[in-house]
């Protein structure tokens, strides 16, 4: 059975100030102080220094990744070359190829009926037509062909990059709970009305009215990124906006009714107040 936390009467930034204040009295004004001062500086530092950790090095593991791949693997001439991953590229490739034969042929008949008389009309010429076909050709396979190697990168880099996080964050315990500790002071450091203004930004962000755009922009990149096929995952991106921000709705206010209405009553009643 769950413990649930007891709601006292005294609200807690109440009694946290009174042990502050015995503090004080028991202790040296001075010598209090800078001790205060010290374990201030180092929750800083401390949490500072992991928030690059976890922020530069996945980003710089990552960038070696891709350039020892693109270095070592990409330009052997020993790996095959795949056009084509899925079939949504040899689809665009077919459209593109289509718009390009209707474009050449409308240019082909301007050029032909604003050079040529009627008499000696010549209007198509079999040999610039291949030539223009084929150096079309030539471009469309070799760029399709580096998009397939760019969708089999990220496959790779992102993986990788992802278990070297993860292995970061095992690793990095205490200095992840440092950095959640001077978070989470800074935080409650902060005025009610600006804290508010920060939790109404974040939830209009996530579930809003406006951010299923949002949502379908940042799933259809997904897609694109790890080469996906859209076309079939339409059906997807659906009901993932359809349902994913509702539930994350329906978290975020259990949060603030279960949690945030103990921690901070008066947030909660700002917030309450400024959304009214």
Known sequence: MDNFEQIGLIPRSIVRTLQRFIKQIGLKTDLFAIYEFRVSRYLAIASLQCFFLLIICPW???????????????????????IFLNYNQQEKAFLQIQTFSQKFYFETLLDSFNTLTLENQNIFQPSQISEKYQEYFIQLAQFYNKQSLSIIINWVVDLTTLLFFIFLIVFSTPQI??????????LFSLSETTKCFFLIFFLDLLVGFHSSKSWEIFLQFLIEHFGFQIS?????IAFFISTFPVLLDTILKYWIFRYLNKIS?????????MIE
């Not at 079939?232 to 997807?236: E, H, I, L, S, V």
């Open 265 to 273: 009553p008066s947030t909660v009643a700002t917030y309450q107040a």
């Open 232 to 236: 079939q995952n339409q059906n997807f």
């Open 60 to 82: 710089v593991f990552q960038f070696l990744v891709k350039f020892f791949i693109i270095s070592v693997f990409i330009d052997s001439p020993n790996i095959s070359k795949q």
């Open 177 to 186: 709970l440092i950095l959640k500790t001077f978070f989470l002071e800074s």
